[in-house]
């Protein structure tokens, strides 16, 4: 079966750095995405990866080993606003998304 | 550039009556529309993928009787659900994306539906 394994919550301070993990489990694989959620809104796409390695993106950086079925998000520089849900979402071999529950982040001040 | 709107963005029904939702491209041709259902702390639902002109497929356990999706040009999708009831109540996302990029979905702001 397709499976996604992410942290239910994670709780941080305001300008430290927090890495949310995700392993998966698909059938074939197209890459990965990662999608930040506020509560009562839509998702918007932080990043993609295809190849192994580490994409960085500003405060935001993503790691994929497709050996290993796992990848990263690590967010540097906390600020409130990244209080959200962060959604890891492996492509599978149709090219459809598959979504986990995704990993809950507290930033405390 | 990919911007997604949806319409409306919250809508309050009773029980019984039908409610449509539109899902629009705006500045972009979406080859593949997808609508999503969520219920509070969980994880989105894919309930149907449609492509331009042809028949929706949708989900096992989606009734496609009861929620009717059409995708008649490459920039709008609807959804209509039929006959709503209380448990139907829930945050409807569309996303949209478009051939020869990375598959990126880009998601509408979505609906939240309360069914009285």
């Known amino acids: 079966g397709q499976n996604i394994d992410q942290p239910t919550e994670m709780t941080a301070t305001e300008g430290a750095i927090v890495q949310i993990n995700c392993t998966y489990q698909?059938?074939?694989?197209?890459?990965l995405f990662w999608y930040q959620q506020h509560a009562g809104e839509a998702p918007t796409f932080l990043s993609y990866n295809v190849l192994d390695g580490l994409e960085e993106k500003g405060r935001f950086s993503s790691f994929l080993s497709r050996s290993k079925g796992y990848s990263y998000l690590l967010l540097k520089e906390l600020q409130m606003k990244d209080s959200a849900s962060y959604l890891c979402?492996?492509?599978?071999?149709?090219?459809?998304?598959?979504w986990g529950a995704g990993t809950k982040l507290i930033i405390k001040p | 550039g990919a911007v997604v709107s949806q319409h409306p963005s919250r809508v309050i029904c009773k029980s019984g009556t039908s409610v449509k939702i539109e899902c629009r491209s705006l500045?972009?041709?979406?080859?593949?529309m997808f609508w999503y259902r969520q219920f509070p702390k969980q994880s989105l639902m894919l309930m149907a993928t449609?492509?331009?002109?042809?028949?929706?497929?949708?989900e096992q356990g989606v009734e496609k009787d009861k929620f009717l999706i059409n995708h008649a040009s490459l920039t709008l999708s609807t959804l209509t659900v039929t006959s709503a009831h209380p448990e139907d109540s829930s945050f409807y996302i569309c996303s949209a994306r478009f051939s020869g990029d990375s598959y990126e979905q880009y998601f509408g702001p979505g609906t939240r539906l309360t069914v009285t």
């Open positions: 979402a492996p492509m599978d071999s149709n090219y459809q998304l598959i």
């Open positions: 449609s492509n331009e002109g042809s028949k929706a497929t949708y």
């Open positions: 698909t059938s074939g694989f197209n890459g």
């Open positions: 500045d972009f041709q979406a080859t593949t």
